[in-house]
């Protein structure tokens, strides 16, 4: 059974989440992990979620505020042992119910080229992509989505 608990980027389980998430795009982004990697502070991220499985702590994901009306999902991470089960949907749209709760209307994201099962899983919960934003603007291997969310 899959329980979640909202928490902040103080939580240790999700710490040990994403030092596993930044092995993980390290080997995937190579030379470029650096660029991607100062984007991804997890200092003072206020809104968290981790899922766990029975008690091990197996998928986290984030939201932080980006603009007005919007929050940037962040973090967004599935140990290997448990992929392809439904767990990241789940923390999804968790963050999105959070959101809402918080009052942004929108979310934005980005990934990169070499995450496919990452641009599948937010295709599948209704994201689309859209012109890369901010620090990925002109940045080849970033691929940014954005979704509205449901009133």
């Not at 999902?73 to 789940?90: C, E, N, T, Y």
């Not at 999804?92 to 990934?111: M, P, Q, R, S």
Request: charged share 25%; net charge negative; aromatic share 10%.
């Amino acid at each position: 059974m899959i329980t979640l608990i909202r928490t902040n980027s103080e939580h240790s389980d999700f710490r040990s989440l994403v030092t596993l998430l930044d092995r993980d795009l390290h080997q995937r982004d190579g030379d470029e992990h650096a660029f991607y990697a100062q984007f991804n502070k997890i200092d003072a991220i206020a809104h968290v979620i981790v899922a766990y499985a029975d008690d091990t702590p197996v998928a986290c994901g984030a939201i932080k505020a980006f603009a007005e009306d919007t929050v940037e999902v962040k973090r967004m991470f599935v140990h290997p042992d448990f992929r392809s089960q439904g767990i990241a949907s789940l923390v999804l749209k968790n963050l999105e119910i959070w959101a809402k709760e918080l009052g942004f209307a929108v979310c934005v994201l980005e990934t990169g080229k070499r995450q496919p099962e990452a641009i599948r899983l937010y295709e599948k919960n209704g994201y689309t992509r859209t012109p890369n934003y901010g620090q990925y603007i002109g940045v080849e291997n970033s691929v940014c989505f954005r979704k509205i969310l449901e009133a």
